[in-house]
């Protein structure tokens, strides 16, 4: 984390920031942009991922057709495929 005092539970505008615009590199095919997006300067690593975590669940809800605060169902389908993306890479090599 960064040395300063910031609420590491809610990330702030320029971890936001740094999220959206490192989406749009990658949308937009460029790897190397997201990468430098996503470590903009004023930006807290930790809570950065925290962002584009949080952004990419509410993205899929929102396609998904929920409004609102998502559904336990939502929450479950999510959970489950963090559970078995994490279950493929423990079981494959490196």
């Not at 095919?29 to 949080?54: F, K, L």
């Not at 998904?64 to 494959?92: H, I, K, N, P, Y």
């Amino acid at each position: 984390m960064t040395g300063d005092t910031h609420d590491h539970a809610r990330p702030g505008i320029p971890e936001q920031r740094a999220t959206l615009a490192a989406a749009r590199a990658i949308i937009l095919g460029a790897d190397a942009d997201a990468h430098e997006a996503a470590t903009a300067d004023g930006a807290c690593p930790a809570c950065t991922v925290i962002a584009a975590i949080s952004f990419g669940f509410a993205l899929a809800a929102t396609i998904a057709g929920e409004t609102g605060l998502m559904s336990q169902t939502m929450r479950l389908q999510l959970l489950a495929a963090v559970d078995s993306t994490e279950s493929a890479l423990r079981s494959a090599g490196n």
